[in-house]
């Protein structure tokens, strides 16, 4: 190359221009235009995109790459394409340009810039390429040089600050650290849909790789530092900042109004208008610094620096002089230290590296290690290390780095697996040993490690561009977008399941008469492909309408929540009104839903809903709309519609006793049953209409808001009650709450009929029929294995029903029978039924029984002692609740005087009230109406739901006080006195003579007549 003045300033064009104004196609046609050519551009990824462009047009076997990282040299290569830090030296070509000749000025490669524009040259023509900026630089030290201005093809524009969200598509986000650049790609993502990036530390595959998801559409956005300044041509409309200082290597500084403007000037490509602002936070430019940018009107470059490019190896120390050596030239300024020389002056330091750097060959072998780049960018001294261990190795006996610590260096780079951060050390440390394997004197075999770290370099780019892609781009939206700027209508589908895609990606679902759209797809463009799904949409919509119009009663269900549901989707719900078997009803449809298709669908739901509240809820739905009900009757039926069919008796017990013959009539002809402790419609407990019943009892009192209960099993006759479900509710669904347990309604009927002969049968020595199993003959009853049965629970929780039900527990422990009565009670039933009574006479007492009567008294004495030790037994033995106790004549004379004058049916099972004041349970206010006289065990026949009597056989003996239903005039009969059952021995001398009790009298019979003769005497 020529460095002589004369040839400085011979055929010398500096083309000088803002951004977008075509200097690197302009040079690229004019080399092309000579048989030889060369190109110095600022970055290996440019270099790569002006070889392709070459080797199309002059074929691959004529164009060169040289880079610090790849070099293609074909054998009779004509043109030559290159970094400016890896531009031959030993090459003479006709042309010769220099691209971003404005970076003389930069503080860490400025001095290679510098360089070029004053030594290299070609022997026809020279373009010097940059920006106006650099006119005053280039006058004063190429005297003579031509100028050629060219005006930017597009407007640029300044559009001030917005947000990201509302950044428009095609736009550049510039930040300036690898962390900022990732946090505003990832909210891009959730946001817009994904963006591409660019930072410097990428390797040119992948940056390549990200530039071309920009470039070709799948992405609308990218995120990058201000590399992208740096010659990308890019199709930008717009370029934001999101900061306006940066680190330079060693300050934080702000951006000068020529950085800004290079970087906002890849907005606009060609003939298109650009625009620029800033964005997440940055300050917005002042108006001065606007009106630079959009006028291209910065600053001029005044100083450039420089570096000493005639070393002198002779010694470290000459070389050291060397590069301290100053600028004799206007405008230059000798370079800050950059990392060649810092790693020179660290292994200098180094007294076994200076000792072999002893001849001007190794000093010249050192400052060429010296320029491997510090890809890593770990430390300086991190750095310095590995250009000891490659000097020394260089240095050695063979000269060359040895294969297996080179091979086992490329191996430590060899996988493809982890993070992004982790993939791009990676690619750090293989472009280091990338760019030693190209250099050729340094391996046995270059171009085997060439191809090695090249393939192991591209696999690694690539896993961090598909890193990149799947955290910053989401797939779907991307090829959304494409699809809308490639088509004019996008081409939308609905599955079977109801799943909607355009363009064969999911965008939400259709359930019911409701489109959701995919939260993944909010964005800007969600309203484009909302649109396009609402398409289908619309059109399903309508179908979906006529299908329910058409439907028949089962297709359709309703949830406890209210819901009505079609083919498993929820379509409608029920809404609270002032009847609770007319609910409301409301649609869930989407807004796209046509106002007729709406009416159609709510008219048939309506249809529906009334059918079956009719169907599964008829009495009580007869019951309400009857019009021959008249007064107290009229009323328990409008409380049983707000009840949803049951009462507790109780709560209208004076409603319910005033009610006259006919009008229980009336309302049991809808089926309704006057229940022991409830009011209700058996038909009503079959699940289905328990299950409605219980889900309009929770619409009518919004207790579903709070979530839905859980409610008996179907089939279950009782369960354990929940503290959280409300008594009412329960009672709507079927189930008495009984203390611990909710019994239905029906069972706890039956268990009244189970009490109620056990309550009513009187033991009496004239009875001679076997009692029923429970029953204890005084008005008590025990607890029974059948009425455990059916309430399906343990004796302990049917104590707690029992209580509930206003019954108390007596614990009366068990006595040993007499002998006599022992014998008795182990005879056969057919036996006792048909013995015959002892004569007056037969109970007369010998002259010798009182002497056995002693005996056995004695003997019963004497068997006492014997059985105290044993372990005293108990009976529990259920009673009605009373506060005071009544027997014999008075309890019957009141009873009789509480019944007169009430009508038979009104006797039987009134309401249970525990709480109350001498409260006695319903089933034991039936047992007491019975007839004790009667001697078969039967009870008084009751009136039951039907409203039929039971006949009476047998003539009933008169109760004093008592009367027949509905006669207000006493009997004609002869008053009896009330029957006492006792268990008293008889007063009277009819006593069997096997009886104790005649043994006992005869003994004080003939103690009296001794006592007499003693005292007569």
Not at 139 to 149: M, R
Not at 415 to 426: N, P, Q, S
Not at 450 to 475: G, K, P, Y
Not at 718 to 726: Q, Y
Request: aromatic content about 4%; some cysteine.
């Amino acid at each position: 190359m020529i460095s002589d003045l004369e040839a400085r300033i011979r055929n010398v064009t500096a083309v000088l221009g803002p951004t977008n104004t075509g200097k690197t196609h302009l040079a690229i046609e004019r080399m092309l235009g000579h048989n030889s050519g060369m190109i110095g551009l600022p970055l290996r990824l440019l270099a790569r995109e002006v070889y392709d462009k070459i080797k199309t047009r002059a074929g691959v076997e004529n164009v060169a790459l040289i880079t610090g990282e790849e070099k293609i040299k074909p054998e009779r290569a004509r043109y030559w394409v290159s970094t400016v830090e890896a531009m031959p030296r030993d090459i003479d070509v006709d042309f010769l340009a220099i691209d971003e000749i404005q970076l003389c000025g930069d503080p860490e490669r400025g001095h290679v810039f510098t360089d070029r524009l004053l030594h290299a040259r070609g022997r026809s023509e020279t373009l010097l390429l940059g920006a106006q900026t650099m006119r005053d630089a280039i006058s004063d030290l190429i005297p003579g040089a031509n100028f050629i201005s060219r005006p930017r093809l597009s407007k640029l524009t300044y559009t001030g600050e917005k947000k990201i969200t509302r950044l428009p598509a095609r736009s550049a986000i510039i930040a300036f650290s690898a962390q900022d650049v990732y946090a505003l790609a990832e909210l891009i993502r959730r946001q817009r849909g994904g963006a591409a990036v660019v930072l410097g530390a990428l390797s040119p595959r992948t940056r390549n790789a990200q530039v071309a998801l920009y470039q070709s559409g799948d992405v609308e956005f990218i995120v990058a530092t201000d590399a992208i300044g740096m010659g990308l041509n890019l199709d930008i409309d717009h370029v934001a900042f999101s900061a306006l200082r940066k680190f330079d290597g060693q300050n934080h500084r702000n951006l000068t109004p020529g950085e800004i403007g290079q970087i906002a000037g890849r907005a606009g490509r060609h003939m298109n208008d650009g625009t620029f602002g800033v964005t997440g936070g940055a300050e917005p430019l002042d108006a001065d610094t606007v009106e630079r940018l959009e006028t291209h009107s910065f600053d001029s470059v005044r100083t450039l620096q420089w570096r000493n490019r005639d070393l002198d190896f002779r010694s470290l120390a000459a070389l050291h002089e060397s590069l301290r050596q100053l600028p004799r030239e206007q405008r230059l300024a000798r370079a800050r230290t950059a990392d060649d020389v810092a790693a020179l002056e660290a292994l200098s330091a180094d007294r076994e590296i200076s000792g072999i750097a002893s001849t001007s060959q190794n000093v010249a072998l050192l400052w060429d290690v010296c320029q491997v780049p510090d890809y890593r960018k770990i430390s300086s001294q991190s750095h310095a290390e590995l250009i000891s261990n490659l000097y020394r190795h260089l240095t050695g006996s063979t000269h060359r780095i040895p294969e297996d610590w080179f091979a086992k260096q490329v191996a430590l780079a060899d996988r493809t697996d982890g993070d992004i951060d982790t993939l791009a050390t990676r690619i750090s440390h293989i472009r280091t040993w990338t760019f030693v394997a190209n250099r050729p004197d340094w391996l046995n075999d270059p171009v085997h490690w060439q191809e090695r770290t090249r393939a192991i370099e591209d696999s690694l780019s690539d896993a961090l561009h598909e890193c990149l892609t799947q955290r910053f781009v989401d797939r779907r939206t991307s090829a959304l977008m494409k699809g809308m700027r490639d088509k004019d209508e996008l081409a939308a589908d609905i599955a079977e399941d109801g799943s909607i895609t355009v363009e064969s990606h999911f965008v939400g679902r259709l359930k019911g008469f409701c489109f959701t759209l995919d939260a993944a797809g909010d964005g800007i463009h969600e309203r484009a492909t909302r649109q396009a799904a609402m398409q289908v949409v619309t059109r399903e919509l309508g179908m979906r309408a006529r299908r329910v119009a058409a439907g028949q009663n089962d297709a359709f269900k309703l949830t406890r929540a209210g819901a009505i549901v079609w083919r498993d989707d929820e379509i409608a719900k029920l809404e609270r009104s002032e009847d609770p078997l007319q609910p409301g009803l409301s649609l869930l449809a989407d807004e796209s839903m046509s106002e007729a298709d709406r009416e159609k669908v709510q008219a048939r739901l309506k249809t529906w809903l009334d059918d079956m509240i009719g169907e599964k809820l008829k009495p009580l739905v007869d019951m309400s709309k009857a019009g021959d009900l008249q007064g107290l009757a009229r009323g328990i039926a409008f409380q049983l519609k707000e009840n949803l069919g049951a009462l507790k008796r109780e709560t209208v017990a004076d409603d319910v006793n005033a009610l006259d013959q006919a009008a229980r009539a009336e309302l049991r002809k809808y089926g309704l049953r006057f229940g022991a402790f409830n009011i209700f419609f058996p038909i009503m407990l079959k699940p289905a209409a328990a299950d409605l019943a219980a889900t309009l009892w929770l619409l009518k009192n919004g207790s579903a808001a709070n979530g839905i209960p859980q409610l008996p099993r179907p089939g279950l006759t009782s369960v354990a009650t929940d503290p959280t479900v409300p008594e009412a509710l329960y009672r709507a669904h079927g189930f008495h709450v009984c203390g611990p347990r909710a019994v239905r309604l029906d069972i706890l009927e039956r268990l009244a009929d189970l009490i109620r002969p056990l309550l009513a049968w009187r033991s009496s020595p004239e009875r001679a029929d076997t009692p029923p199993k429970g029953s204890t003959g005084d008005g008590g009853f025990k607890a029974t294995d059948d009425m455990m049965s059916i309430l399906g629970c343990s004796s302990g929780e049917l104590g707690e029903v029992l209580k509930s039900l206003g019954f108390r527990l007596e614990r009366r422990p068990i006595r040993p029978a007499p002998a006599a009565n022992s014998d008795a009670e182990a005879q056969p039933a057919e036996e006792a039924g048909t013995a015959v009574a002892a004569s007056p006479a037969s109970t007369e007492t010998p002259a010798s029984e009182p002497e056995t009567s002693e005996a056995a008294a004695s003997g019963e004495a004497s068997a006492a002692p014997e059985s105290e030790p044993e372990t005293e037994k108990f009976e529990e033995i259920w009673r009605p609740r009373r506060h005071h106790r009544r027997e014999g004549a008075h309890r019957d004379h009141r009873e009789a005087r509480h019944r007169r004058g009430k009508p038979r049916h009104d006797r039987g099972m009134p309401a249970s009230t525990p709480a109350a004041e001498a409260s006695v349970p319903p089933v034991a206010a039936e047992a007491n109406d019975a007839k004790p006289d009667q001697q078969s065990g039967r009870l008084r026949n009751e009136r039951h739901d039907g409203g039929k009597p039971r006949r009476d056989h047998e003539k009933r003996p008169n109760r004093q006080g008592d009367h027949r239903h509905g006669e207000g005039r006493r009997r004609d009969e002869p008053r009896r006195s009330p029957q006492i059952v006792t268990a008293a021995p008889p007063q009277s001398g009819s006593a069997e003579s096997s009886s104790p009790f005649a043994a006992l009298a005869a003994l004080k019979a003939q103690m009296e007549k001794r006592s007499e003769g003693s005292g007569s005497t």
